[in-house]
């Protein structure tokens, strides 16, 4: 049974969250805090995450980050602002999905799901893929160059993994948008480009690796 970590100090909400959770096969641990969150990471494992931003002693972002130090588990953020500003802040440090209060129950279910097996299945592919001195490893989610780490944001880690996962296979900025951050974005295209920027900085002289379809999105190209 996959266990879920609600993280929230209205206790309305993390008993309205635990009761659809647990309808859907999930067994439920409560926190009321980010502090309280943090501790129980560190004492138990869970799946997947649900947490608010805005709480006392330590907010869901703070929490997010600390989690993140000590195990890898995706977390889907709750908030009652829906600004561009926040979702990209939070998906820099790591959340996997971003629901604005109020929300429906169904479909934070439904947001967990496609988490879960978005996560399940990048677990699968426990592969290497190599190009001249640079070498992707999916297993370790570690980049290298030269036999040095690549130092990126989490999402530019789930960005290029998804983009060689598709090596030589056209993606528009919208399906880019959609299997990488995991929402329906209703803001404009510079959130990809943004991000496939700090991709290619990263990359050094591997950027080109990454190419442009004008008017479309972008491409790994096939590695011989």
């Not at 649900?50 to 993140?68: F, H, N, Q, T, V």
């Not at 588990?73 to 998906?91: C, N, Q, T, W």
């Not at 789930?158 to 900025?173: H, K």
Request: proline letters at 3%; glycine letters at 6%.
């Amino acid at each position: 049974m996959p266990r879920l970590l609600v993280v929230d100090d209205e206790i309305r909400i993390r008993e309205l969250i635990k009761e659809y959770a647990e309808f859907n096969g999930f067994e439920v641990v409560q926190a009321e805090d980010g502090m309280d969150a943090v501790e129980k990471v560190r004492e138990q494992d869970f799946d997947i995450i649900i947490m608010d931003i805005m709480m006392p002693r330590l907010d869901g972002y703070s929490a997010c980050k600390e989690i993140k130090k000590i195990k890898e588990i995706p977390v889907i953020m709750l908030s009652a602002r829906g600004e561009e500003y926040d979702k990209l802040f939070g998906f820099e440090i790591g959340v996997d999905d971003y629901v604005v209060k109020p929300f429906s129950p169904k479909e934070l279910m439904a947001r967990v799901r496609a988490v879960m097996n978005r996560v399940n299945g990048a677990k699968k592919t426990e592969d290497i893929v190599t190009y001249e001195t640079l070498v992707i490893n999916f297993t370790a989610r570690e980049v290298t160059i030269d036999g040095e780490k690549v130092q990126m944001t989490p999402k530019e880690y789930d960005l290029l993994f998804y983009l060689v996962r598709n090596m030589n296979i056209a993606l528009s900025r919208e399906k880019l948008l959609e299997e990488v951050w995991g929402f329906d974005f209703y803001g404009d295209d510079r959130t990809v480009d943004t991000h496939i920027k700090m991709l290619r900085n990263s990359l050094g002289r591997y950027r080109n690796l990454i190419v442009t379809l004008r008017g479309m999105g972008y491409k790994f190209e096939k590695i011989q």
